[in-house]
Structures are given as structure tokens and as C-alpha cells.
């Protein structure tokens, strides 16, 4: 354990360092300083009518942010590559929204809900050790990336594909498991047995097989080590979440996805639903179908979720606050906006951002 706080704090001081050196942006706009979610909605379920076994605490829905936004960020990485290399990709910005975001989800949960060191504890090693990552990639792609980059109406090198398409395979992946469950190896493999060593660009063949063997290598190394602390440390998550809901799901019971599991004492229906990435396309579907939450997880207050918007959008429903909106990077003109609303409010939003056409990021089910 003493180690693992050396090295930890070690860490942090090497990301601390990578982040300053590069300042302040102006990705991330803040709805207030401090906690601007209404206090009414902070609050624990006092009469809760799902299982006990699955219940999860009121404050994960914010802080389960900067979790996804690790997931968002190859996302987004993936989406560039499919037309750019990743010399250009503006990583840095990326660092500044992960800290930023988990600055104003913990605002929100500081004065009403006791301080869960466990969890804050991991979302900064992750934070940290995706700091240490973006930040050493960002100095490399400047520093020698550049040199050997192609021009931007020059056909990629067959290493920035594959760089892409393992990009795109693992912000897949992420979205239903853990990073270090990630077949690293096999793309490592591919790497040497499915790229031409000659061709166009040979410079920039030659860079890019190094850079991308070192980063395999060392995704490698640390998945290995985070697994074995992980498989000591934390029980198996749990892959679904429980939903009450006003009445039964009629007209879409023929969904495996959405299981009806029992009643309420009060006659409403309890649900079973996939957690994570799947959560968000089964409750606009329950929505969809006028079905309204009564409790998530056991929670029956505030619930986070983010949308991706136009810059000129905004919110004007008052069962809705903004906490704050990101820039997509590589997008122009579109935005993330993190928005809270109650469970009970939560199907009426959805139908609305369905009908409005706007895209569910993800709703941060606890």
C-alpha cells in the first residue's frame, strides 16, 4: 500500500507538471461556480422499492462522469482518425475536459453527500495515468510526430489506419468493458503481420510502427498490473441495472434487453435492464414507449446524462439544469452539455431530445 502511494503520488506530480506547462483553455464552460444542481434534488431515496441487491448510491450518477468521458475521448479520437492522423489531434484539450468535468460533477455531490473515498481515489489514478498518456503523446507527436506527418490530401500511411481501426475497436469496447480487458496483444500482432513495411511515406511507416508498438507495449504492461490490483481490490461489476416503472412494459416485452422481474408493493413494475453503454438506447426505448421512471438503481433523485448539441442549442425546461458544456474538438459547431433532471422527470426529457434530434451521449445510470 505504501508503494502504491508513493507511486501514486509520484503520478500525480508528473501529471500536475505535463498540465501546467501547457495552461489554462477554454474547452469547457461552467453553468455557475460551485454547486448549481437545486439541493431538492440532492437527496437520498427514502422509500426505496427496488431489490437491496440492486441499489446503488444516489451520488455515482456524477460521479461516474469522468469514467465516460475516457470512454468518449477514443471516441472522438477514432471518429478524427478516420481522415486524419493523430499528430493533429488535440489532445491536450482533452486532459483539461477530464479534470474540469470531474471538478464540477464532485461541486455538485460536495456539501450533500459523504465524501466516497474509494471512488475518488480511482477516478484519479485513471485521470492521472490519461493525463501521464495524453500528455507524453502530445510532446512526442510535436517534437517528432510533425517531422515525418503527411500533408492533409495525402493518403494515410497503412499504420494510420490501423491506428484508426484499433482506435475504433477499443472506444467500442469500452463502452461495455473494463479498458484493461482489452485485447492489446492481438493488435500488436496485426500491427507487424498486416502492414507493408514498404510503401508510401516510409519515414512516417517506420515512425509510426515504433510509436504504435510502444504505446501497445505499454497498454500491455499496465493492463496486467491494473488487472491484478483490480481483481484484489473490487468485486465483479455488475452488468445490469433495476428500474421501477409506472406500468408494464406491454408493447415491448419481446425485448431480451428489458426483462420484467416482479411488482412493487404499490403495483408498480420492476424491471431488469443492461447497465453501461446499453443503458442509454433501453431507457429512451422505455420512454419512447410512455412508460415513466419511478426509480433507477434505487434512486429516485437527481440523474445526470449528456447530449451532443449544436452550439446555438439551449435548454429552457426548468426540470432541467446545465452544469456545464464541452467542445467537441474536432466538431466545429457541436457541443457536449451535461444536463440534471429527477428520475421522475427523466422520460420526458428523453421523448423531448428524441424529438428535438438530438444525440443521447449517455444517461450515468449510478
Same mark, same amino acid.
Given at each position: 500500500?505504501?508503494?502504491?502511494?508513493?507511486?501514486?503520488?509520484?503520478?500525480?506530480?508528473?501529471?500536475?507538471?505535463?498540465?501546467?506547462?501547457?495552461?489554462?483553455?477554454?474547452?469547457?464552460?461552467?453553468?455557475?461556480?460551485?454547486?448549481?444542481?437545486?439541493?431538492?434534488?440532492?437527496?437520498?431515496?427514502?422509500?426505496?422499492?427496488?431489490?437491496?441487491?440492486?441499489?446503488?448510491?444516489?451520488?455515482?450518477?456524477?460521479?461516474?462522469?469522468?469514467?465516460?468521458?475516457?470512454?468518449?475521448?477514443?471516441?472522438?479520437?477514432?471518429?478524427?482518425?478516420?481522415?486524419?492522423?493523430?499528430?493533429?489531434?488535440?489532445?491536450?484539450?482533452?486532459?483539461?475536459?477530464?479534470?474540469?468535468?470531474?471538478?464540477?460533477?464532485?461541486?455538485?455531490?460536495?456539501?450533500?453527500?459523504?465524501?466516497?473515498?474509494?471512488?475518488?481515489?480511482?477516478?484519479?489514478? =485513471?485521470?492521472?495515468?490519461?493525463? +501521464?498518456?495524453? #500528455?507524453?503523446?502530445?510532446? !512526442? *507527436? &510535436?517534437? %517528432?510526430?510533425?517531422?515525418?506527418?503527411?500533408?492533409?490530401?495525402?493518403?494515410?500511411?497503412?499504420?494510420?489506419?490501423?491506428?484508426?481501426?484499433?482506435?475504433?475497436?477499443?472506444?467500442?469496447?469500452?463502452?461495455?468493458?473494463?479498458?484493461?480487458?482489452?485485447?492489446?496483444?492481438?493488435?500488436?500482432?496485426?500491427?507487424?503481420?498486416?502492414?507493408?513495411?514498404?510503401?508510401?511515406?516510409?519515414?512516417?511507416?517506420?515512425?509510426?510502427?515504433?510509436?504504435?508498438?510502444?504505446?501497445?507495449?505499454?497498454? =500491455?504492461?499496465?493492463?496486467?498490473? +491494473?488487472?491484478? #490490483?483490480?481483481?484484489?481490490? !473490487? *468485486? &465483479?461489476? %455488475?452488468?445490469?441495472?433495476?428500474?421501477?416503472?409506472?406500468?408494464?412494459?406491454?408493447?415491448?416485452?419481446?425485448?431480451?434487453?428489458?426483462?420484467?422481474?416482479?411488482?412493487?408493493?404499490?403495483?408498480?413494475?420492476?424491471?431488469?435492464?443492461?447497465?453501461?453503454?446499453?443503458?442509454?438506447?433501453?431507457?429512451?426505448?422505455?420512454?419512447?414507449?410512455?412508460?415513466?421512471?419511478?426509480?433507477?438503481?434505487?434512486?429516485?433523485?437527481?440523474?445526470?446524462?449528456?447530449?451532443?448539441?449544436?452550439?446555438?442549442?439551449?435548454?429552457?425546461?426548468?426540470?432541467?439544469?446545465?452544469?456545464?458544456?464541452?467542445?467537441?474538438?474536432?466538431?466545429?459547431?457541436?457541443?457536449?452539455?451535461?444536463?440534471?433532471?429527477?428520475?421522475?422527470?427523466?422520460?420526458?426529457?428523453?421523448?423531448?431530445?428524441?424529438?428535438?434530434?438530438?444525440?443521447?451521449?449517455?444517461?450515468?445510470?449510478?
Amino acid at each position: 500500500m505504501k508503494r502504491l502511494t508513493i507511486f501514486n503520488l509520484i503520478c500525480l506530480v508528473l501529471a500536475a507538471f505535463i498540465f501546467l506547462l501547457k495552461g489554462d483553455d477554454q474547452s469547457t464552460n461552467l453553468a455557475g461556480v460551485g454547486l448549481v444542481v437545486n439541493k431538492a434534488w440532492l437527496v437520498e431515496n427514502k422509500n426505496v422499492q427496488t431489490p437491496e441487491p440492486d441499489k446503488r448510491p444516489a451520488d455515482q450518477t456524477f460521479l461516474t462522469y469522468p469514467e465516460w468521458f475516457l470512454v468518449f475521448s477514443p471516441v472522438e479520437q477514432a471518429d478524427y482518425y478516420q481522415s486524419h492522423t493523430s499528430t493533429t489531434f488535440p489532445i491536450i484539450k482533452h486532459i483539461h475536459q477530464v479534470w474540469d468535468g470531474y471538478e464540477v460533477v464532485s461541486d455538485q455531490i460536495e456539501e450533500d453527500f459523504e465524501y466516497n473515498d474509494d471512488y475518488h481515489t480511482m477516478i484519479k489514478v =485513471i485521470s492521472i495515468s490519461t493525463t +501521464i498518456e495524453y #500528455g507524453l503523446k502530445a510532446w !512526442y *507527436e &510535436k517534437i %517528432v510526430g510533425r517531422v515525418t506527418d503527411t500533408h492533409p490530401h495525402e493518403a494515410l500511411t497503412e499504420e494510420d489506419q490501423f491506428n484508426g481501426k484499433f482506435t475504433r475497436d477499443y472506444s467500442n469496447f469500452l463502452g461495455a468493458q473494463p479498458w484493461y480487458e482489452f485485447d492489446f496483444t492481438s493488435r500488436l500482432i496485426s500491427l507487424w503481420t498486416e502492414t507493408s513495411f514498404f510503401g508510401p511515406h516510409l519515414m512516417r511507416k517506420a515512425e509510426r510502427r515504433y510509436f504504435l508498438t510502444t504505446e501497445l507495449l505499454c497498454k =500491455i504492461a499496465y493492463a496486467k498490473l +491494473i488487472k491484478m #490490483g483490480t481483481q484484489s481490490m !473490487y *468485486e &465483479k461489476p %455488475v452488468l445490469t441495472t433495476v428500474i421501477v416503472l409506472d406500468k408494464s412494459p406491454e408493447g415491448i416485452k419481446g425485448d431480451s434487453a428489458i426483462e420484467e422481474i416482479g411488482k412493487t408493493e404499490g403495483g408498480d413494475t420492476i424491471v431488469r435492464v443492461p447497465r453501461y453503454a446499453e443503458f442509454t438506447p433501453a431507457a429512451v426505448q422505455l420512454a419512447k414507449a410512455g412508460l415513466s421512471f419511478k426509480e433507477i438503481a434505487g434512486n429516485n433523485s437527481a440523474i445526470l446524462l449528456t447530449v451532443l448539441t449544436p452550439q446555438e442549442y439551449k435548454f429552457k425546461d426548468e426540470t432541467v439544469q446545465v452544469i456545464f458544456e464541452q467542445l467537441i474538438t474536432t466538431k466545429e459547431n457541436q457541443k457536449r452539455v451535461a444536463v440534471v433532471t429527477t428520475v421522475p422527470h427523466l422520460s420526458a426529457l428523453l421523448v423531448q431530445l428524441v424529438d428535438n434530434n438530438i444525440t443521447i451521449e449517455h444517461i450515468y445510470d449510478y
